[in-house]
């Protein structure tokens, strides 16, 4: 058994910041990619930052520069660092995960979410 659990989530006013943590915990060999998602009310789940296994990046375009992922692999952990939110941010947000859980089987795993609130 795998969970991914997040915390970091909260209510914050437009310019300031939020750390997002991910914890994956269980029957884990390794972790590989690492990803944060988002989902705002009424619209669909978006990629918003991924890490590989070897630290290559990827970041949504409406977060460059303004978010950045990274991952402490010893601790199975990856965080998501949110400076300059603005109210489009507000959202749910979610870890996602591709674990290796035995030899040759890699399985996808997602967290329960976080509320990110952005608001004046």
């Known amino acids: 058994q795998v969970q991914l659990v997040e915390s970091g989530g909260g209510s914050v006013q437009p310019g300031e910041s939020l750390r997002l943590s991910c914890a994956a915990s269980?029957?884990?060999?390794?972790?590989?990619?690492m990803g944060w998602y988002r989902q705002a009310p009424g619209k669909e789940r978006e990629l918003v930052a991924r890490?590989?296994?070897?630290?290559?990046?990827n970041y949504a375009d409406f977060v460059k520069g303004r978010f950045a992922i990274s991952r402490d692999n010893a601790k199975n952990t990856g965080y998501l660092q949110m400076n300059s939110l603005k109210p489009e941010d507000t959202a749910v947000y979610y870890c996602n995960a591709d674990i290796l859980i035995r030899y040759n089987t890699i399985d996808a795993y997602w967290g329960q979410g976080t509320q990110v609130t952005v608001s004046s």
């Open positions: 269980g029957s884990i060999v390794s972790v590989r990619a």
């Open positions: 890490i590989g296994s070897g630290g290559s990046i």
